[in-house]
């Protein structure tokens, strides 16, 4: 049942990773479907097998995973179709089957593979997203650098904190020699760049003129509409029902904002996580015979 539930949360992010990639947004009935098998099969595998606790773990880590989803959306961390893909994940990863990382080694088990596949999701999400924005940046680049310039004029702000971590892990590095530390620091000297970056690519390489009827349920607006004395403003959530049609009766084209599509970080870290198992884990046992 546990490559069953991995084999259909394959499909349907690999089916989700199409679609943002094409259409930057994820259909509803793929993150409810994914939601629905996963709890339907469990249940019943657990009655099949009078052992009802197949079913309670993967609804646990459900409402575990509902709750981080709910955390990121409104952080703005993910976007609602990323948000949705998530819960499924929780309830599909619950108890997996016994997976190649696991041979020989007992510490990865130590950590449920839910919370393992959201560790890697922090390295591959970032490494993803570095690596689109890059590639975005450099299609862009006559409008991008000049914006950049001016964007990393305005976060002085995380330079103190920054400097604080950095000398707090050269501290722990030279008194610890856990070198495998050093990463850390060179990726917080490295975030208000970072931070920069993603930023000047909002205004040059993400924002698209768009015409009314090819606008869609939950597209971000990247600047306030005004239309028949009425004004419509960007929102986190996107635009509305409401929002969409009376836009589309104006006639009026409107700049939208698009994200990365997140999606396929999603893909990249759950082969990973299947492959690897714990991706900080598997980065020490490298770096940790050099140090």
């Known amino acids: 049942m546990g490559w069953f539930l991995l084999t259909i949360a394959f499909i349907w992010i690999l089916g989700a990773t199409v679609t943002d990639l094409k259409k930057r947004e994820v259909p509803d009935w793929l993150s409810i479907s994914l939601v629905a098998i996963a709890l339907v099969a469990r249940m019943i595998y657990s009655l099949l097998e009078k052992d ?28 609602g179709g990323d948000a949705k893909l998530l819960m499924g994940l929780g309830a599909i990863l619950a108890a997996p089957p016994v997976l190649p990382f696991s041979q020989g080694t007992s510490a990865v088990i130590s950590i449920p593979m839910p919370f393992v596949f959201i560790l890697n999701l922090l390295i591959v999400g970032s490494l993803y997203g570095l690596l689109f924005t890059t590639v975005v940046a450099i299609k862009n680049r006559k409008r991008f650098f000049p914006e950049f310039v001016k964007k990393c004029g305005k976060v002085r702000i995380f330079f103190l904190p920054v400097a604080a971590l950095v000398i707090v892990v050269a501290i722990l590095t030279i008194f610890t020699k856990s070198y495998f530390l050093l990463p850390f620091a060179v990726l917080a000297l490295l975030f208000p760049f970072i931070h920069s970056a993603i930023k000047a690519l909002e205004e040059v390489g993400m924002v698209s003129l768009v015409h009314p009827k090819d606008l869609a349920l939950g597209d971000w607006l990247a600047r ?18 409401k929002e969409l049609e009376f836009l589309q009766r104006a006639k009026k084209k409107v700049l939208v904002k698009y994200g990365i599509p997140f999606v396929p970080a999603f893909l990249l870290t759950l082969l990973a996580t299947i492959l690897l198992g714990n991706l900080f884990e598997f980065l020490i046992r490298i770096i940790m015979p050099f140090s």
């Open 52 to 79: 009802i606790s197949f079913f309670l773990q993967g609804a646990l880590f459900f409402a575990i995973f509902f709750a981080l989803a709910n955390l990121f959306y409104y952080a703005r961390i993910f976007a």
């Open 224 to 241: 306030e509409v005004r239309a028949g004395g009425k004004v419509v403003k960007p929102t986190w959530e996107g635009l509305s029902k």
